[in-house]
């Protein structure tokens, strides 16, 4: 074990972070590595003259900061890239992209493992057009263990989840040239109904998403055979539903006939169970996920989990648009699973979440929130001309919103305003951000949040 010596300062801070600069004093001057693990706490704690309990404050300190990451297990380990200082610049909250958890020891690994993979795929992948059967057989057991119980062959591999979406829509248009949902949604899924000449239908919804009563509605009015739902951290408004509204959800699309397109690319923040509406009626649901939210977008590895009788219209689809995802891309996203980085990621990203989702309800003074737990963004609802007004003026400080227009329904004004706050690399540039909207939601002639 290294030897290493801890020199506390004398000031004021509190004791874990004295702690925690004398552990970074020990890594700036190279006695820690890039990968090195820390000697274990109780180590640290009777080298410093400390509980166990302020060395484990300290070393959360250190991970919120990116300096050091903790693995399940096998204990803590020094990072190799030193993270940046926090920013004085724009603030942007518009785009949901979560904070990279992969160090580049890892990435590199990832990589050359991905790379002698690839190598050995015949005639380039060209004929396994849903991903080869072992990056089926990976990404199966990934959705297996962390969401959905799932085989290789159930699985189509895709350029993230927005192809994935595109493939749903394009599908479902068969039966129904409508697609019912909440409003606002998605901006990725109003992009690709417009593109198709779908028309989105607006469901009312509540704290827990569209309504049964509602969405029965909605059906029987129209004639609707199909539903979009965001269950995990609906975008934008960040809601999740539970096991009850998920099984009145289904019940009235089966009185209906209408197929659901469930949008999970949240999941690994959920904290209503792992229940899904796949599991409940799998010939009635397109799955659909990806790597990008829970590991990073820089894997964009796009799953879809078509009902059974609609596999050989999705393949073929598949076939014309893009003939099937880049092997080596999907192979890369593999090979992340496989030395464990979604473990690490999906760990780093709840517990930074709920960090963040503390911060901004305290900071804005909300009374609730819709997942306490942790959620990528926050919703403030307010009238579309506060939305606008608001976007405009937080834009002015430097703080960059996503424009309300974007999930907004054709027809329908947005009600709200998106703030994506595992967007900012640093929490210091969240709350500052932060600070700044709360004080235009302060000024009566900004918002008023409702």
């Not at 940046?84 to 909250?93: C, I, N, R, Y």
């Not at 049964?212 to 055979?225: F, I, N, Q």
């Not at 709350?431 to 000024?443: F, M, P, T, Y």
């Amino acid at each position: 074990m290294v030897k290493f010596n801890l020199t506390l300062t004398d000031s004021d801070a509190p004791l874990h972070e004295r702690l925690a600069q004398a552990i970074n004093v020990l890594i700036e001057a190279g006695q820690f590595k890039a990968g090195d693990r820390l000697p274990p706490h109780r180590v640290i704690a009777q080298q410093a003259g400390v509980a166990i309990g302020t060395v484990t404050k300290a070393i959360d300190y250190l991970s919120d900061r990116g300096i050091v990451r903790g693995e399940v297990g096998r204990g803590t380990f020094v990072n190799a890239k030193r993270p940046s200082s926090p920013s004085t610049g724009e603030v942007d909250l518009s785009l949901s992209v979560p904070p990279l958890y992969v160090d580049e020891d890892m990435f590199v690994a990832a990589a050359e493992r991905s790379a002698r993979n690839v190598l050995k795929i015949p005639s380039g992948g060209l004929y396994d057009l849903k991903g080869t059967f072992s990056q089926r057989s990976v990404m199966a057991e990934w959705l297996t263990r962390t969401r959905v119980d799932t085989d290789p062959d159930d699985l189509v591999l895709c350029v993230g989840a927005q192809q994935a979406i595109h493939m749903a829509f394009s599908d479902v248009k068969k039966v129904s040239s409508l697609i019912a949902c909440e409003a606002p949604t998605f901006s990725g899924a109003i992009v690709a109904a417009n593109h198709l000449c779908l028309e989105l239908v607006p469901v009312d919804h509540d704290e827990e998403g569209m309504t049964p009563d509602a969405l029965d509605k909605a059906l029987a009015e129209t004639g609707c055979r199909a539903v979009y739902t965001v269950p995990v951290c609906q975008n934008p408004m960040g809601f999740e539903v539970g096991e009850t509204r998920r099984r009145q959800i289904l019940q009235v699309c089966l009185r209906h006939d209408a197929r659901i397109i469930e949008d999970d690319i949240y999941s690994v923040h959920a904290g209503k169970g792992r229940l899904t509406y796949k599991e409940l009626a799998p010939q009635q649901v397109y799955f659909l996920t990806s790597l990008s939210k829970c590991l990073t977008p820089l894997a964009r590895v796009g799953v879809l989990i078509p009902p059974g009788d609609r596999m050989i219209s999705i393949t073929k689809m598949l076939r014309a648009e893009a003939f099937g995802a880049p092997p080596t891309a999907l192979e890369f996203g593999c090979s992340l699973i496989e030395l464990g980085a979604d473990v690490i990621a999906a760990s780093a990203l709840r517990k930074e979440a709920h960090a963040r989702t503390e911060m901004a309800a305290k900071v804005l003074q909300l009374p609730s929130v819709p997942m306490p737990h942790g959620a990528p963004h926050l919703w403030l609802p307010m009238s579309a001309v506060d939305a606008e007004r608001l976007a405009r003026r937080s834009l002015e400080q430097g703080v960059r919103v996503t424009p309300p227009e974007a999930t907004a329904l054709k027809g329908r004004k947005a009600s709200g305003v998106r703030l994506c706050i595992l967007a900012p690399e640093h929490r210091d540039d969240l709350q500052r951000g932060l600070a700044i909207i709360a004080e235009l939601l302060n000024d009566s002639s900004a918002a008023t949040i409702v």
